[in-house]
């Protein structure tokens, strides 16, 4: 299996953050500069588009990527 992102994992840390800062998603998407349907779609197990996907690790904090890769990365 070739690597992929785990968007379950991103989901995961996403929701994770919202829920320690007390936030809504809606104010994750305006922080990150990404449309709340960004948001609904990683909810429901789809990838985001490269630059959402790049807003919403620099939104994370994240630096180290491997986390988020599924299939043998790492």
């Not at 690597?3 to 007390?22: F, H």
């Not at 998603?25 to 779609?41: C, M, N, Q």
């Amino acid at each position: 299996m070739s690597p992929c992102l785990d968007v379950e994992a991103l989901y995961q840390a996403l929701d994770r953050k919202r829920r320690q800062a007390r936030l809504r998603w809606r104010d994750i998407a305006k922080e990150a500069g990404v449309s709340p349907s960004t948001l609904t779609r990683v909810g429901h197990g789809r990838r985001p588009d490269a630059d959402g996907l790049i807003r919403l690790l620099v939104w994370l904090g994240e630096t180290d990527v491997r986390a988020f890769i599924a299939g043998g990365a790492g």
